[in-house]
């Protein structure tokens, strides 16, 4: 470190142990009771509705930096989030602080690294972020960790001339983030907007931060690393999990399709996974010596569903010296394979685009698909295999990344070759929950499918129907015993009723369904990075009843969820499209989605919604409006009923019910 910086740091903290005095805690207190669980909210710094050449490399720079110089094994010293920034990070939110000194943080998720750290007034230089720079003054509960303390100021800590405990991130061999061994009360929000504190959390202060990208929004990182055997235990999962059950989970969402979900501890964690979904488990490597990294066991790779029998478990061993492996971090962009395996598995996925008459091109470098072309059929899916028969799918739209060059669409190979190892990365995570149990000797990673926009709808605990909602509004009844207020549970059903609609024959009432239209497209796409949600009414003037539904599909035409609710005494079709139009609002605000596209076949609707009229329902036009200032974005379109078959259908089928 340059003699300019020590001196800054010396003098630093020189001034800052007069205010607090360093401590010299031994073993960490129990932290404070939460009934065995908690949750932080996962959230995604940064959202890209597709790549460009750019953004596609600097995603690949990054898988192959963090692998070289974070999931490798190191000397004694800590090499967390020093790598090209990454242009999607998964991060949470946590509070910092008590009194004055308590701040909300955006910490970026990082399971290669031991230490926690946030940027800390006065910083050298200060990097921009969301909320204003931790104060340690200002935080009555803040403690520096002596330098004298044996039980955590040991290797890859150590004793600085002022008496305090010094941490030091390296990059290869340059200083880039450095600063104190602190500890305060972290704090996470309830299901009621209230905190809990956790208090006396150790973490990196760090006053000096070269090289890390905040992304304008990010304070620091969370270390959730494994623990290695004879290092102080400073990750995050090792100060909390021994009094919150042991495990933590996160279910990594579509970035653009949600504002949020949750990376929950101990009795949060949903203990089943959705209905008819079976939940896998592997074990976890023992940790190296000197990396935090998950490894697991790694067998083999199927692409398309078939296996390619040239990719076998030798590929992925991990050898004495911890070189080769394979590790699964939400902190590194997308997946690796070790070059050895990639060869085969890139021609695997080539040989199954030709069969199926794909375009393929090569784009600076990228192997990828042209579009427009119906990619759902064309792309393969891909399914890695571990010990124990278990095993992770990875579908197309993860297989595949979207990029926009030349004025073009493609769908390129979201994968990296690397000389050292193979990594499983968060995009090929994503609607994944994963579940890693540390309690007993040999820790687990259970997982399971699930559809993560739903995560923060679970946790708020609504009392309405959060997909496949159908209930009546005027007594408040539902209509239909069969659903629960589980959203998974009622999810299901739907993505059951969606599958067969085609084939089902309504039964017989005096609204007839519309005759299908052939040839006709059934799904207008929305601009990429948008949440479409159609929306149609339907009528029974015998019955003086009405219906309107809202079906929800993101820009790849993936069903994700939809509504319908029967309502007595509206039989006015342009009331039930305006509030088809605010209902469509609410599915969207059930599911935390944050760019939304309504669309509606009636002309009128949309122009009182874009104009601020409507007449009888000039209320309903006003709630809309009101409502659709809580999203990123939200606009009203009009399209004719030949692409909606399935709001339609959903609307009038549930007179036959």
């Avoid at 024959?505 to 052939?518: G, S």
């Avoid at 029967?566 to 039930?576: K, M, Q, V």
Wanted: with cysteine.
């Amino acid at each position: 470190m340059p003699p300019k910086s020590l001196l800054a740091l010396a003098l630093l903290a020189i001034l800052m142990l007069f205010s607090h005095g360093v401590t010299t805690l031994g073993s960490p207190q129990p932290l404070n009771g939460t009934g065995g669980s908690f949750s932080l909210k996962l959230i995604v710094n940064h959202q890209p509705a597709h790549y460009d050449l750019a953004s596609l490399q600097r995603a690949k720079d990054q898988v192959k930096c963090r692998i070289k110089h974070q999931i490798l094994p190191t000397s004694n010293e800590i090499r967390p989030f020093m790598c090209p920034p990454a242009d999607m990070v998964y991060a949470v939110m946590v509070g910092v602080g008590t009194q004055t000194g308590f701040q909300n943080y955006q910490l970026a998720l990082d399971m290669a690294v031991g230490l926690s750290w946030i940027q800390c007034w006065p910083c050298r230089p200060c990097r921009p972020q969301l909320s204003p720079v931790f104060d340690p003054t200002k935080s009555p509960t803040f403690q520096y960790i002596s330098g004298n303390n044996g039980v955590w100021c040991r290797a890859p800590y150590r004793a600085l001339p002022n008496g305090a405990c010094g941490f030091r991130i390296a990059y290869r061999h340059t200083p880039e983030v450095s600063g104190y061994l602190a500890r305060d009360t972290f704090s996470f929000p309830t299901r009621n907007n209230d905190f809990v504190p956790l208090e006396g959390i150790f973490f990196g202060c760090a006053h000096q931060t070269e090289g890390f990208d905040t992304h304008g929004a990010l304070a620091g990182l969370l270390g959730l690393g494994i623990g290695v055997v004879g290092r102080p235990p400073t990750a995050f999962t090792k100060q909390v999990l021994p009094g919150h059950g042991g495990r933590f989970s996160y279910c990594p969402f579509v970035p653009g399709m949600s504002t949020y979900s949750y990376f929950r501890f101990g009795n949060d964690i949903p203990s089943n996974p959705p209905p008819n979904v079976s939940r896998q488990s592997t074990p976890v490597l023992a940790p190296l010596q000197n990396s935090e990294a998950y490894y697991i066991q790694l067998v083999g790779v199927s692409v398309g569903g078939s296996r390619v029998t040239r990719v076998t478990h030798h590929f992925f061993r991990r050898n004495a010296h911890g070189t080769g492996g394979c590790a699964i971090d939400i902190g590194t962009q997308m997946t690796a394979f070790v070059h050895s395996a990639y060869v085969y598995i890139e021609e695997a996925v080539l040989q199954h685009l030709r069969r199926h008459g794909a375009h393929i091109v090569q784009v600076e470098g990228h192997t990828c698909v042209r579009q427009p072309a119906p990619h759902q059929d064309v792309l393969p899916s891909m399914t890695l295999h571990f010990v124990n028969r278990s095993w992770l799918r990875i579908m197309p739209d993860q297989v595949f990344m979207k990029l926009v060059h030349g004025g073009h669409q493609y769908r390129c190979l979201g994968f990296v070759s690397d000389s050292d190892r193979t990594i499983i990365g968060a995009m090929q995570q994503i609607n994944h929950r994963f579940i890693f149990d540390l309690r007993d000797t040999t820790p687990i990673m259970s997982f399971n499918p699930e559809d993560c926009h739903l995560d923060a709808a679970v946790f708020m605990g609504r009392d309405v129907l959060v997909q496949g909602l159908i209930r009546h509004i005027g007594d408040g009844r539902p209509c239909m015993n069969m659903f629960s207020k589980a959203p998974q549970a009622t999810h299901t059903f739907i993505m059951k009723y969606v599958r067969e609609l085609r084939d089902c024959k309504p039964k017989k009432t005096t609204v007839a369904l519309e005759p299908r239209h052939q040839g006709r497209p059934r799904w207008i796409p929305p601009p990429l990075g948008m949440a479409k949600i159609r929306v149609d009414g339907a009528v029974a003037h015998d019955l003086n009843e009405g219906t309107f539904s809202a079906v929800f599909r993101d820009s790849a035409g993936t069903y994700m969820g939809s509504s319908v609710i029967r309502t007595r005494g509206i039989s006015d079709p342009a009331t039930l499209e305006a509030v088809a139009c605010r209902e469509a609002l609410a599915l969207a605000t059930d599911l935390a989605l944050s760019h939304v596209l309504v669309a509606s076949e009636c002309q009128g609707v949309i122009h009182d919604i874009k104009n601020n009229t409507g007449g009888v329902y000039a209320s309903i036009i006003k709630e809309i409006l009101e409502t659709s200032r809580n999203f990123q974005h939200c606009s009203f379109i009009f399209e004719g009923r030949e692409s909606n078959f399935e709001a339609h259908s959903l609307a009038k089928h549930t007179f036959g019910l």
